[in-house]
């Protein structure tokens, strides 16, 4: 199975990560990690640190020739900034002279880590809890989504709502994935990056259009927002997962892999929260039948009954809440004094919700590449499709 641990400081001289269990004879390049990386600085609305850096990944270990050897595979991503940063995050010494944070901004890890570990600077607290550590989740998830991609299963992401600007009819995005869902199993990348080309990645050019302009209103305000973005994966073939198990529950997995990205609050499987609200004949998808083969009259439940794949397009949403560091600052308390003051700013995106959409991509690959191995697995790829083929 594979698995994966990252490390890092935001303002830290790196990120690392291992990724376990990747079977042995997978393509695997820099250049394609490189590109995930890239969608993830992208967006209207990021702060000043997306311009300081690309991120690009050196791979370390686990690959020779551009195949994978079946060994953990090591990443690093160097942080750009670094040099700006050796002394406030150097790794001996004892700090002594570098200015402390203490006021902590509502909505961030800052009081409850440092309440948590002790810490009187909330440095100790922002460095990690940061989305930066994201940049190299998304490299370490990218090995799974090419094992998915390798056997037909493409993911894809697009934004339906920042802040109250939402697409309302998505008849439009609907009648795309039927058009698609014809063509060979990568609709789901053909739909992100169709999104790609938009600063928000919504597939609707008026909402779009009305998207940005609330971004910069909250912008001007000192304000921030948060979103909503759909996942949908194509190529999933029915009988990935289980029901047998709380632990080994595909949707449950799904929803802990998208509610770790920070600032994720919400996680939807299908029309999850819109079927609430219904009777249950306008919900489930019946059975019918089509030149003989039986398929589904519509896909309300997102492609997963019972925690099993059902064959359909697996759709997942996730819902963001608004950055935590307003440029207009709401009240704080100030650690130091315990006088109250104006929660501390510093350099920080506006809207992230086309990022975290490009985040949510890849953190589920994983989990639906272990499904995968689970059921077709192999020491290398060519067992594995081998296996998947028969
Ligand atoms: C892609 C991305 C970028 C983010 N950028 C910022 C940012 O610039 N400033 C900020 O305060 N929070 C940002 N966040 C959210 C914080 O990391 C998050 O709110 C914080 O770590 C607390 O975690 P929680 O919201 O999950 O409770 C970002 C999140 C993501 C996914």
């Not at 992100?192 to 919504?202: F, G, N, P, T």
């Not at 009240?331 to 975290?356: H, M, N, Q, W």
């Not at 690959?365 to 697995?377: H, I, M, Q, R, S």
Request: charged share 25%.
């Amino acid at each position: 199975m594979i698995r994966y641990l990252t490390s890092g400081e935001s303002h830290g001289k790196a990120l690392v990560g291992i990724v376990e269990g990747v079977p042995a004879g997978l393509s695997l390049s820099s250049e394609y990690i490189n590109h995930q990386l890239w969608r993830r600085q992208q967006g209207y609305g990021r702060g000043g640190r997306m311009r300081i850096e690309t991120d690009t990944i050196e791979i370390l270990s686990g690959v020779r020739f551009g195949k994978t050897l079946g060994s953990p595979i090591a990443l690093m991503i160097q942080n750009r900034d670094w040099k700006n940063w050796e002394n406030k995050m150097a790794v001996e010494g004892d700090g002594v002279g570098i200015e402390r944070i203490t006021v902590p901004r509502p909505g961030h890890a800052d009081f409850v880590g440092a309440a948590k570990y002790g810490f009187h600077d909330l440095r100790d607290v922002i460095e990690r809890a940061s989305a930066r550590e994201t940049s190299m989740r998304v490299a370490c998830c990218t090995i799974a989504r090419k094992i998915l991609e390798e056997c037909g299963i493409f993911i894809g992401s697009y934004v339906l709502a920042i802040g109250p600007v939402e697409v309302k009819n998505k008849a439009k995005i609907e009648k795309l994935i039927a058009k698609l869902a014809n063509r060979p199993s990568s609709t789901a990348q053909t739909l992100a990056l169709q999104a790609d080309k938009s600063e928000v990645r919504i597939l609707d050019a008026s909402v779009e259009r009305k998207a940005i302009a609330e971004i910069k209103k909250a912008k001007k305000a000192g304000d921030t927002l948060g979103g909503i973005f759909e996942l949908i994966v194509t190529g999933v073939p029915i009988g990935l997962g289980t029901y047998v198990q709380f632990d080994r529950k595909l949707d449950g997995q799904l929803a802990q892999a998208l509610m770790s990205i920070q600032a994720i609050k919400g996680v939807e499987i299908g029309d999850g929260f819109a079927n609430a609200r219904k009777f249950g004949s306008q919900v489930h998808d019946e059975f019918i039948l089509k030149n003989g083969e039986i398929i589904r009259s519509s896909n309300r439940a997102g492609g997963l009954e019972g925690s099993i794949t059902n064959g359909e397009i697996l759709v997942l949403r996730a819902a963001m809440k608004p950055i935590a560091t307003l440029a207009k600052p709401l009240r704080s308390v100030d650690l130091k004094t315990g006088k109250i003051v104006e929660s501390r700013y510093e350099r920080s995106d506006v809207c992230a919700v086309p990022a975290a959409s490009v985040i949510g991509e890849a953190v589920i690959a994983p989990v639906l590449a272990n499904a995968f191995l689970e059921k077709y697995g192999g020491d290398s790829m060519g067992e594995v499709k081998k296996s998947f083929r028969r």
